[in-house]
């Protein structure tokens, strides 16, 4: 039989190729960038830090099979994620908004949930049912909190309005009225893998059934010599923009060195204000993310832009309040059911946001229906 196709060696592509090639079937897995793991990339650079190339992936999940799967091929360690968003006074606050964060904004001195909850209930405004993400924050949390915390960074993130984007977006944002400071509080278990995730996959992909060649572009031509091809690729690019565009958002990173190892509580620093750079990252407070002590560590601040500014690198699929893009994508989507012996996996050939523990969980529940079909 002929070996299949995985094009995208990231997450979706690798639950695929590792689980295709454990169950007997040859396999090629291709990118066209010039290493493997996907946006979840990482390597140590000239201060001996850990960086993530793509920006800060941390590892948080509810799923006990999702876990069990990937500490099959390494070590991971605790790590509980913390940020602050950094009030035009230069003061950090928690977030999400808690308890604290209410306090520091409304120069209150509330020490239980209920007088934060009673604060929140008397500034909310009577939207009954909101129609996009602003109306549905002013319903929540009122016009001061919204306009601090999400107007200004939704805008530099997206580049839309909060009255033009989708409340889907916003909702799972949380809202906190006691004093818990963790990011992904309702997550079973957050951890790292100890060595990084570019580690995590060469493990994954050490298999006999598997090869990998990287700097390879998927091209149409390539299917005739594979007997199926499971595609990370962005779906609207497969069908040559036939039907138009699915936009994403992107960002430019921007790294610079500073002297020292200095402590902190929290990792990422949001920023409120109007200026261009969303957050930042200080790599060394990453768990194992020091591989070498210089005295020195990485900070890396995110600045968004459209993909069209950033060599196409697509990010975040665009959500509107209106859903035109999810339209566009179930159009293509059509297309492609119509293809012989392709399937379309991942982020990008779903069109959707996903979290890592979400792309391993869809990619699992995936190549194991595709082969029990073939059983
Ligand atoms: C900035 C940022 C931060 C994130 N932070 C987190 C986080 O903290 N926690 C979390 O759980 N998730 C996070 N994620 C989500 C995480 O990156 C995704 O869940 C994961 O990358 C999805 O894996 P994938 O395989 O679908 O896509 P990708 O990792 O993007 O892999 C797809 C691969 O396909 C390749 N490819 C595309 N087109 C072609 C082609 N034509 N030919 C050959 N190769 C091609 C690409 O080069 C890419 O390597 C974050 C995402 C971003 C963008």
Not at 18 to 26: C, I, K, P, S, V
Not at 111 to 124: D, F, N, P, R, Y
Not at 262 to 290: M, V
Request: some cysteine.
């Amino acid at each position: 039989m002929k070996p299949i196709l995985i094009v995208g060696a990231g997450f979706a592509g690798a639950v695929h190729a590792r689980t295709l090639a454990e169950a007997g079937f040859r396999v090629h897995v291709i990118d066209q960038r010039p290493h493997i793991a996907g946006n979840a990339y990482d390597y140590v650079d000239d201060n001996g830090i850990r960086v993530h190339a793509y920006g800060p992936h941390l590892f948080h999940t509810k799923m006990p099979r999702v876990i069990e799967w990937v500490q099959k091929f390494g070590a991971f360690v605790p790590y509980t994620h913390k940020v602050r968003a950094l009030l035009p006074s230069g003061v950090p606050v928690p977030l999400p908004i808690n308890l604290d964060t209410v306090n520091a904004v409304f120069g209150t001195d509330y020490q239980t949930a209920e007088q934060v909850h009673a604060h929140l209930k008397s500034i909310a405004l009577p939207i009954v049912e909101p129609a996009n993400a602003a109306e549905h924050l002013y319903a929540n949390i009122g016009l001061q909190l919204t306009d601090l915390f999400f107007r200004p960074y939704t805008k530099k993130m997206w580049g839309l309005d909060l009255e033009d984007m989708s409340a889907a977006v916003v909702k799972r944002i949380p809202l906190r009225t006691d004093r818990k400071d963790t990011y992904f509080a309702d997550d079973d278990v957050q951890m790292m893998p100890r060595d990084g995730y570019t580690k995590l996959f060469q493990t994954i992909f050490a298999h006999e059934n598997i090869r990998v060649s990287l700097t390879t572009r998927f091209e149409k031509s390539m299917l005739t010599d594979y007997a199926f091809c499971f595609n990370a690729m962005p779906i609207d690019e497969y069908f040559d923009f036939k039907l138009g565009e699915l936009p994403y958002r992107s960002l430019k990173f921007h790294h610079r060195t500073e002297a020292g190892i200095p402590e902190q509580s929290w990792s990422i620093t949001n920023f409120t204000d109007t200026g261009p750079i969303t957050r930042e990252t200080a790599w060394h407070l990453l768990p194992h993310h020091i591989a070498q002590n210089t005295g020195r560590h990485t900070l890396t601040r995110e600045e968004p832009c459209d993909y069209r500014d950033n060599h196409m690198e697509r990010y975040y699929p665009v959500k509107t309040a209106d859903g035109r893009y999810n339209k566009l994508y179930d159009q293509y989507k059509a297309l492609a059911a119509d293809e012989q012996n392709i399937a379309f996996i991942g982020r990008c050939g779903t069109y959707q946001y996903l979290d890592m523990d979400q792309v391993i969980n869809q990619s699992l529940t995936h190549v194991e229906a595709w082969l029990k079909q073939r059983a």
